[in-house]
């Protein structure tokens, strides 16, 4: 797939930029072989745009776009404050799971635009501590 998806969300509007990032990103994840479980996962210290599973791993996923490359492009833009609110969004759901303890990792996907050849997939992007 190449150029722009702009596939209309529900009634009939065009999605946001952001909604459509993560669609190009939770299929691409799929085609790689890692099953969507959660989308945008909420909690009152962060969130988590994606999570996956990956065999027995459970891959815990930022997806980030940036048109403008004039702040650093989409990898700029994933702070130590942003990584913390993801890992404290990945511990609450990891709390959440009855006694299930399991091997996770934070992949970030990163588009520099709204197609698939814009991706750029970070696999153990960042530490949990």
């Given at each position: 797939?190449?150029?722009?998806?702009?596939?209309?969300?529900g009634?009939g509007?065009?999605?946001?930029?952001?909604?459509v990032?993560?669609?190009?990103?939770?299929?691409?994840?799929?085609r790689?072989?890692?099953?969507?479980?959660?989308?945008n996962f909420?909690?009152?210290?962060?969130e988590?745009?994606?999570?996956?599973r990956e065999?027995?791993?459970?891959?815990?996923?930022?997806?980030?776009?940036r048109?403008?490359a004039d702040?650093?492009?989409?990898?700029?833009?994933?702070?130590?404050?942003k990584?913390?609110r993801i890992?404290?969004?990945?511990?609450?759901?990891?709390?959440?799971?009855p006694?299930?303890?399991c091997?996770?990792r934070?992949d970030?996907?990163?588009?520099d635009?709204l197609?698939?050849?814009?991706i750029?997939?970070i696999?153990?992007?960042?530490p949990?501590?």
């Amino acid at each position: 797939m190449s150029g722009k998806d702009n596939t209309p969300a529900g009634g009939g509007h065009p999605a946001r930029p952001g909604q459509v990032a993560e669609d190009l990103a939770a299929r691409f994840l799929d085609r790689h072989g890692l099953r969507v479980l959660v989308r945008n996962f909420r909690c009152r210290d962060g969130e988590v745009d994606l999570i996956c599973r990956e065999q027995n791993v459970l891959v815990f996923v930022e997806v980030r776009l940036r048109r403008n490359a004039d702040y650093g492009g989409a990898a700029a833009s994933i702070t130590a404050t942003k990584q913390r609110r993801i890992i404290l969004a990945a511990e609450h759901y990891l709390a959440g799971l009855p006694g299930r303890e399991c091997d996770c990792r934070f992949d970030c996907i990163l588009l520099d635009g709204l197609s698939t050849a814009a991706i750029e997939w970070i696999r153990d992007a960042f530490p949990a501590s």
